[in-house]
């Protein structure tokens, strides 16, 4: 079973890896992220004016940094240590540390680096707009799987479960979070797997 979880860490970095444009268009085109809106009475009025691809490199940096700690270290947790009790508390929180990293991170971004003095919103009403829903969709799914992790049982799979469908609601509802959700997706099905063969 531990062979499996260890994969299927694996294959969520992989599935994040093919989605991951999908975050610079959150970035730039929902939260306007490294961007101005020109006066209203000059030739930008009304228009976001961005940053060329170069301008997003840093996001690239910092949000792979950790999809790359996220994958590496669930996979060794999930294949390598023994005991599944510990192993399905780390993989939880490693599944929380990877998806708050994206809800700090676009918050951060979108308070401090949208250049929204004639834009109709705050840069921090578009995130709540764009990933809002989905942030609150994703921490009730890392909340079900802490909660997995102290419980036994048939509870503590039905918690597990709930964990994965919640993070996969947020990704589904915002995917441009996915480079850092879907990694915590498979970490928290690793922590059902790992939950399930205790129960043998």
């Known amino acids: 079973m531990r062979i499996v979880a260890g994969g299927g860490v694996l294959a969520s970095g992989l599935v994040a890896v093919v989605m991951g444009p999908s975050t610079v268009w ?6 306007h992220i490294n961007c101005s809106m020109g006066q209203p009475g ?18 690239a940096v910092v949000l792979g940094l950790m999809w790359f700690l996220a994958i590496v270290l669930g996979t060794l947790v999930a ?3 023994r005991r599944d ?36 919103m705050t840069g921090q009403e578009y995130w709540v707009v764009a990933v809002g829903p989905a942030a609150v969709a994703g921490i009730l ?16 799979q039905i918690a597990g479960i709930v964990a994965v469908v919640g993070l996969t609601i947020a990704t589904v509802l915002q995917p441009g979070l996915s480079i850092n959700t879907i990694p915590a ?6 922590t059902a797997l790992r939950g399930r063969a205790s129960l043998r």
Do not use: F, H, K, N
């Open 141 to 156: 799914g890392l909340a079900a799987g802490l909660v997995s992790t102290v419980l036994s049982g048939p509870l503590s």
């Open 26 to 31: 959150l970035v730039r085109d929902q939260l």
């Open 85 to 120: 009790r510990a192993a399905r508390l780390l993989l939880v929180l490693l599944a929380g540390a990877s998806t708050v990293w994206i809800l700090a991170w676009t918050w951060y971004g979108s308070s401090a680096l949208v250049y929204d003095d004639y834009a109709p």
């Open 42 to 59: 000059s030739e930008g009025a009304d228009a976001w004016m961005c940053s060329d691809g170069i301008g997003y490199l840093g996001v």
């Open 79 to 81: 294949m390598l240590v």
């Open 185 to 190: 997706v498979g970490l928290l099905a690793a």
